[in-house]
């Protein structure tokens, strides 16, 4: 049968054994595991890469965000490359160019460079992941898709556990350099796996909407890259305002244009449904709080406490172990409570703890330090597993892969937009108080008020039907039977 006339359906029987065996989902961990390993080691090198490059810490915020900001970029297209070309070749293709990336950034010599490889790195990531979690959600059936996205990322919380005290080790005692080149065995490995066990999986494709993807490029490109620099970093405060106005009115421009294409590259319509709406743009809240977390942290201990690099990652880093427990009770925690008050109250919680880490101060005892950070981990874990899963409830499958897309540019755009919020809160504190923006009390400041950021977000989460998402956390025919006594006694009360 030709490779077009295979649908993502007739491809289960072929991967099920994968499934059974779950080498599928450990394949597609293998990417984020690079991505993940990247962000974390570069997030605690801070300090010693701006200090070889010459330049400003706060400055570097912009490899951070200029990398989530390609991610931004192409997510939107990937789903349709991997249906016009396979998911085999995009997701190898992928990996190949995001270690490209991480060769440019060990090879670094200026800001201007860092920032140039890390969004050929952007650009390899935006196919790379996405296209991995795409193969997932179109081979796994809704009622094991918790459980899938859970399995899926318990091997790539490995990066984020490894990549703190590795990369704090090896910028301590070698070269920050080396810290981007670490990822390489394991992305070759990916490659490999994924050009034997990947199934090739394809969808008929309509014609690209270029012109929405000018659009939306160009504008998420402009105003993120404005927002981002009207701290004077990289350019003047002039050009940033104009890039920022510019790119908030090609996003306007494509909201314009979608509502009129038959095949919009961003289908705005899926923010009709509440569970998708809820997920991804109350989830945006909670993540642009979240998105600061590897951006400050690191700069508190290092530059605040004085803390080494190895030092600070041996702290940080178990968060990630409190994350991959949680990761192996989300779907039990999920089944008991539904999706509508986890994820209400558990974001409450992970942003109480968020705001408490602006009471660690140089004195504090590290054991208090690392079990505020290990709890931390688990709450933060438990709402990404639930936003990814609930956004999903309500999609069907032909539109899966434009809302993968547009549920994963909204993600990055908002962990971006996190780390930008976080260098201009250390800035305008620092202004108002009259102290230097790394000043150690600009952090306690900064904490507290992404904390209550991603606090906001239980709001949207509240307005959740109570049933949300019942059949994909196993409480569907509990709430049935449920229902019938809670009627009866209505008039009762």
Not at 246 to 254: D, F, K, N, R
Request: net charge positive; charged share 10%.
């Amino acid at each position: 049968m030709p490779l077009g006339q295979i649908g993502s359906r007739n491809q289960q029987a072929g991967s099920g054994q994968m499934k059974s065996g779950r080498l599928l989902p450990l394949i597609v961990a293998c990417a984020l595991f690079i991505e993940n390993m990247d962000s974390t080691v570069i997030s605690t090198s801070l300090p010693a890469i701006a200090k070889d490059l010459a330049t400003d810490p706060i400055a570097l915020k912009l490899a951070l965000t200029t990398y989530l900001l390609a991610l931004a970029v192409f997510i939107p297209i990937s789903g349709w490359v991997a249906d016009r070309f396979g998911a085999r070749p995009t997701f190898m293709t992928a990996i190949g160019v995001f270690l490209l990336g991480s060769i440019g950034c060990a090879a670094s010599i200026s800001l201007e460079t860092m920032v140039a490889a890390r969004f050929l790195q952007g650009m390899g990531g935006a196919m790379m992941v996405p296209v991995g979690r795409l193969v997932l959600l179109r081979t796994v059936p809704k009622n094991e898709l918790v459980q899938a996205l859970s399995w899926l990322t318990i091997p790539a919380l490995v990066g984020p556990v490894v990549g703190p005290p590795l990369g704090g080790f090896i910028t301590t005692y070698f070269d920050w350099r080396w810290i981007f080149l670490i990822n390489i065995p394991m992305g070759l490995l990916g490659i490999v796996l994924a050009k034997r066990f990947i199934p090739d999986l394809r969808e008929p494709t309509p014609p690209l909407d270029w012109r929405g993807f000018v659009l939306a490029g160009v504008g998420l490109a402009l105003a993120m890259f404005g927002f981002s620099t009207m701290g004077r970093h990289l350019v003047s405060t002039p050009l940033a305002v104009g890039s920022l106005l510019v790119g908030i009115g090609a996003l306007v421009g494509y909201a314009w244009h979608a509502r009129r294409h038959p095949h919009p590259l961003l289908d705005l319509t899926l923010f009709r449904l509440p569970t998708y709406r809820a997920g991804v743009l109350g989830g945006s809240l909670f993540r642009i709080g979240i998105g600061a977390i590897p951006f400050l942290l690191p700069l508190m201990l290092q530059l605040g406490f004085g803390l080494s690099p190895v030092q600070s990652g041996l702290l940080t880093f178990v968060s990630a172990l409190g994350a991959m427990f949680m990761k192996t009770i989300a779907a039990n925690v999920l089944r008991r409570f539904g999706f509508r008050n986890v994820l209400v109250f558990n974001a409450l919680i992970a942003s109480a703890l968020l705001c408490c880490f602006g009471l660690f101060r140089p004195q504090t005892p590290h054991v208090f330090i690392i079990a505020t950070l290990l709890v931390s981990g688990c709450f933060r874990s438990l709402q990404f597993t639930s936003l990814n899963a609930i956004s999903y409830a309500e999609v069907d499958s032909p539109k899966m892969g434009q809302a993968s897309s547009l549920a994963g540019m909204m993600q990055q755009l908002s962990l971006s937009m996190g780390v930008a919020v976080g260098g201009y809160i250390l800035e305008i504190a620092g202004i108002i108080g009259g102290r230097p923006s790394t000043d150690v009390h600009n952090f306690y400041i900064a904490f507290v008020v992404v904390g209550v950021i991603s606090a906001s977000s239980a709001w949207m989460m509240s307005r959740l039907p109570r049933d949300a998402g019942a059949e994909m956390s196993g409480r569907a025919e509990t709430g049935k039977e449920i229902a019938e006594p809670k009627v009866e006694q209505r008039p009762a009360t």
